[in-house]
């Protein structure tokens, strides 16, 4: 819903940094529980090629993890927010 949200904000043209980066924070921290979940309830079988539940879980990890990811993307939010910056 967020992420429909913003598009329809973008569309609009009132669409700033910080809301696209707490979406891109909150988008890969979710997908990323939904993957390790799925693994998890596949139990021993979670971990075969060949039901993509870790190809999944691999998958997302990169996209959480480059380059601080949802690291860099949560300071840039919490800047717009508090109007204060974590780094420069």
């Known amino acids: ?3 429909w949200r913003v598009t329809k904000m973008y569309d609009k043209g009132g669409l700033s940094i910080g ?3 707490m979406t891109k924070a ?3 921290k979710i997908t990323r529980e939904v993957a390790q979940l799925g ?3 596949m139990g021993g ?3 075969l ?3 993509y539940a870790m190809k999944a879980l691999a998958d997302i990890e990169a996209l959480y993890t ?3 990811t949802y690291d860099i993307n949560a300071l840039v939010a919490g800047r717009e927010i508090t ?3 974590a780094f420069k």
């Open 1 to 3: 819903m967020l992420t």
């Open 19 to 21: 809301k696209i980066a």
């Open 26 to 28: 909150y988008d890969t």
């Open 39 to 41: 693994r998890e309830v």
């Open 45 to 47: 079988n979670g971990i």
């Open 49 to 51: 090629h060949d039901l």
């Open 66 to 68: 480059y380059e601080g």
């Open 83 to 85: 109007g204060v910056a």
